[in-house]
T-cell receptor, first 114, second 110 residues
Framework: DTGVSQDPRHKITKRGQNVTFRCDPI?????LYWYRQTLGQGPEFLTY????????KSRLLSDRFSAERPKGSFSTLEIQRTEQGDSAMYLC????????????FGDGTRLSIL | KNEVEQSPQNLTAQEGEFITINCSYS?????LHWLQQHPGGGIVSLFM???GKKKHGRLIATINIQEKHSSLHITASHPRDSAVYIC????????????FGAGTRLTVKP
């Protein structure tokens, strides 16, 4: 069990560019979550997968954001035409497929938009 | 108003002091979580509880469902306890929907 891993740890890009982040959950975890965290705030829910199915999306997830989990294992979060306001820490978490299982978090990807 | 409120926002303590961080919530929950976040972003789950009290080493978490309030206590605090402590709740109508407090930044000085 290597835990939840996220790549890259840091991403700096110019406004308007597209970025893609990857999350590898704990291998036996069916559920995968994406969160966004801005400075001084707690994480905010973005989206959730049960295996390969994206079951919930927050209203925070504008049409510039897309997430996939094609084989029910790793997931990607893409942001198109990045804006200054997208600068944040993007956190991934995974859990077992059962009620009230604790979520295990990755170390996050810190995105900075110049 | 945020559904999960924490206090204080910032807390500075001397090594050895007893520390209490408070969390109040306004929604129906199936569970409450206490999380620890170190600089650099990594989040570690400390406790998940739905009633009563849990203890792990020097950490104690309590919850009062009727009052919609939880506390995290740290006994004999140590500089390595310095971190942001986040309270989060799983909503009762959708336990995949977690709502987070803004966190309490704890600094323990030697």
């Amino acid at each position: 069990d290597t835990g939840v891993s996220q790549d890259p740890r840091h991403k700096i890009t110019k406004r308007g560019q597209n970025v893609t982040f990857r999350c590898d959950p704990i291998s036996e975890h069916n559920r995968l979550y994406w969160y966004r965290q801005t400075l001084g705030q707690g994480p905010e829910f973005l989206t959730y997968f049960q295996n390969e199915a994206q079951l919930e999306k927050s209203r925070l997830l504008s049409d510039r954001f897309s997430a996939e989990r094609p084989k029910g294992s790793f997931s990607t979060l893409e942001i198109q035409r990045t804006e200054q306001g997208d600068s944040a820490m993007y956190l991934c978490a995974s859990s077992l497929d059962s009620s009230n299982q604790p979520q295990h978090f990755g170390d996050g990807t810190r995105l900075s938009i110049l | 108003k945020n559904e999960v409120e924490q206090s204080p926002q910032n807390l500075t303590a001397q090594e050895g002091e007893f520390i209490t961080i408070n969390c109040s919530y306004s929604v129906g929950i199936s569970a409450l979580h206490w999380l620890q976040q170190h600089p650099g972003g990594g989040i570690v789950s400390l406790f998940m509880l739905s009633s009563g009290k849990k203890k792990h080493g020097r950490l104690i978490a309590t919850i009062n469902i009727q009052e919609k309030h939880s506390s995290l206590h740290i006994t004999a605090s140590h500089p390595r306890d310095s971190a942001v402590y986040i309270c989060a709740v799983s909503k009762i109508d959708n336990n995949n929907d977690m709502r987070f407090g803004a966190g309490t930044r704890l600094t323990v000085k030697p």
